[in-house]
T-cell receptor, first 109, second 114 residues
Framework: SQQGEEDPQALSIQEGENATMNCSYK?????LQWYRQNSGRGLVHLIL?????REKHSGRLRVTLDTSKKSSSLLITASRAADTASYFC?????????FGQGTRLTINP | DAGITQSPRYKITETGRQVTLMCHQT?????MFWYRQDLGHGLRLIYY???????DKGEVPDGYVVSRSKTENFPLTLESATRSQTSVYFC?????????????FGPGTRLTVL
């Protein structure tokens, strides 16, 4: 069973615009992580937000976590062509990091 | 700094054959993981290891065997490959407590079972 489910499954925007991806999860978590995967490559960790945090920033990334709604969002501001990738949320619950199916983000020049 | 490597990167095999996918990390991370990635399923955990000689099942362990005799290596064996095991396999490692730390992924092995 999937812990995280991303929405939308695919997103296409113009360079410079902001991209928002959402993640919902089913059970209680200790933290939620976001990863990026470029085509044909492994996943790269972007940011981790703990269950007692509501918002976290890292460069152009902003992550929010709402434990009452079991949801998280990833905002990428001022998107660049290099941001084109798939983005996965992963919820860390009891001894498991469980990934969602990902959002495929395309940045058009 | 090699990080985490996987070999082979691509493998084609036939149903019923034994296949071993290799994973090597140079960080001396305690935790190592094997995932498979399939369209429509995201990444699913196959097996993980908290330390040398300590392994445990993940979400989809059937048909797979792992071992970890050395901290830096975590091979995954398909004892009798089936077509349903056609997938991209990722190895990952994590430094300490594992579940609260970030995981570092290898480049993946694309396995095709004919």
């Amino acid at each position: 069973s999937q812990q995280g489910e991303e929405d939308p499954q695919a997103l296409s925007i113009q360079e410079g615009e902001n991209a928002t991806m959402n993640c919902s999860y089913k059970t209680s978590i200790n933290n939620l992580q976001w990863y990026r995967q470029n085509s044909g490559r492994g996943l790269v960790h972007l940011i981790l937000i703990r269950s007692n945090e509501r918002e976290k920033h890292s460069g152009r990334l902003r992550v929010t976590l709402d434990t009452s709604k079991k949801s998280s969002s990833l905002l990428i501001t001022a998107s660049r062509a290099a941001d084109t990738a798939s983005y996965f949320c992963a919820g860390q619950g009891a001894q498991k990091l469980v990934f969602g199916q990902g959002t495929r983000l395309t940045i058009n020049p | 700094d090699a990080g985490i490597t996987q070999s082979p990167r691509y493998k084609i095999t036939e149903t019923g054959r034994q296949v071993t996918l290799m994973c090597h990390q140079t960080w001396s991370h305690s935790y190592m993981f094997w995932y498979r990635q399939d369209l429509g399923h995201g990444l699913r955990l196959i097996y993980y290891s908290a330390a040398a000689d300590i392994t445990d099942k993940g979400e989809v362990p059937d048909g797979y065997v792992v071992s970890r005799s050395k901290t830096e290596n975590f091979p995954l064996t398909l004892e009798s490959a089936t077509r349903s095991q056609t997938s991209v396999y990722f190895c990952a490692s994590s430094e300490s407590a594992g579940w609260t730390d970030t995981q570092y992924f290898g480049p993946g092995t694309r396995l095709t079972v004919l």
